[in-house]
């Protein structure tokens, strides 16, 4: 069955770095855009990041421009999310999602990675 | 970017149907298609229409989408609701101005 499973959450201080990984099992990773979505502590869903299946384009939300990177690579059927400058607003369970192309509904979700930013 | 808004909760009896409204801020909602995501606690988000009215893979035929034109919204109705309904719903439409994704607040259901 086609799963994304992501890793790399954790606590981390203010200010500090984390990087995310989805990891892609059963099905062609390299056919699908991904996106990244999060989750506050009792709040909605908040779409993070886009990156088209050849890495281009690439899209970010105002909150995270500038602080955060999307990366992929295909070739080890992986995504990454690159998080600096890290605030406790950006405390949340992270979400990695397919999309069959740019602006299209999310298909498939990971079970979610959850980011601490507390000193 | 245009905002999606939803009611916080809504609540209807076993066997009944629901239906939860999703109401576009600025712009027509016919410009970028809906999607409809379900969201247990504890469970990933799981899409259950998408492309305003289509359902997704397994999804049962009780859940229906629509939009409305004349008032830029659009609508998940669910009928013979099943306690297993209850969940966090979300809409969620495309900003193609800006390439964002925009999520609703999400509508609380519950089944009692």
């Known amino acids: 069955e086609e799963q994304l499973v992501e890793s790399g959450g954790g606590l981390v201080q203010p200010g500090g770095s984390l990087r995310l990984s989805c990891a892609v099992s059963e099905f062609s990773f390299n056919t699908y855009d991904i996106n990244w979505v999060r989750q506050a502590p009792g709040r909605g869903l908040e779409w993070v990041s886009y990156?088209?299946?050849?890495?281009?384009?690439?899209?970010?939300a105002d909150s995270v421009k500038g602080r955060f990177t999307i990366s992929r690579d295909n070739a080890k059927n992986s995504l990454y999310l690159q998080m600096n400058s890290l605030r406790a607003e950006d405390t949340a369970l992270y979400y990695c999602a397919t999309s069959y192309y740019f602006g299209s509904g999310l298909f498939k979700w990971g079970q979610g990675t959850l980011v601490t930013v507390s000193s | 970017n245009f905002m999606l808004t939803q009611p916080h909760s809504v609540s209807e009896s076993p066997g009944k149907t629901v239906t939860i409204s999703c109401t576009r801020s600025s712009g027509s909602i016919a410009s970028s298609y809906v999607q409809w995501y379900q969201h247990r606690p504890g469970s990933s988000p799981l899409i259950v229409i998408y492309?305003?009215?289509?359902?997704a893979s397994g999804v049962p035929d009780r859940f229906s989408g629509s939009i409305d034109r004349s008032s830029d919204s659009a609508s998940l109705t669910i009928s013979g609701l099943q306690t297993e309904d209850e969940a966090d719903y979300y809409c969620?439409?495309?900003?193609?101005?800006?390439?964002?994704?925009?999520f609703g607040g999400g509508t609380k259901l519950t089944v009692l």
């Open positions: 969620q439409s495309f900003d193609a101005s800006n390439a964002y994704w925009v």
């Open positions: 990156i088209a299946r050849s890495g281009d384009p690439i899209y970010y």
């Open positions: 492309d305003d009215d289509q359902r």
